[in-house]
């Protein structure tokens, strides 16, 4: 159980969105073709803006620390 349900659900959702977006951008260097036909480079730009978002905003908030206090397995 959580201590803080928004602060937890929050941190995992930034986690989450920086998977996803690092997932296109891999993808990027695999096969830029499929990736410029499915996304088209407006995405895939946006995918490399949310990374971007994700870094600062897990710089800025300690992500790792709140994943590790909320998730964490601490004796609970």
Avoid: H, K, Q
């Amino acid at each position: 159980m959580v201590d803080n349900p928004t602060r937890a659900y929050g941190a995992l959702a930034v986690v989450v969105a920086a998977a996803i977006s690092g997932a296109v951008i891999l993808s990027g260097f695999v096969a830029i073709d499929f990736v410029l036909d499915a996304v088209t480079v407006w995405g895939y730009m946006a995918a490399v803006g949310v990374m971007v978002v994700c870094a600062v905003v897990s710089w800025l908030t300690d992500l790792p620390g709140i994943l590790s206090a909320e998730f964490g397995g601490n004796g609970r």
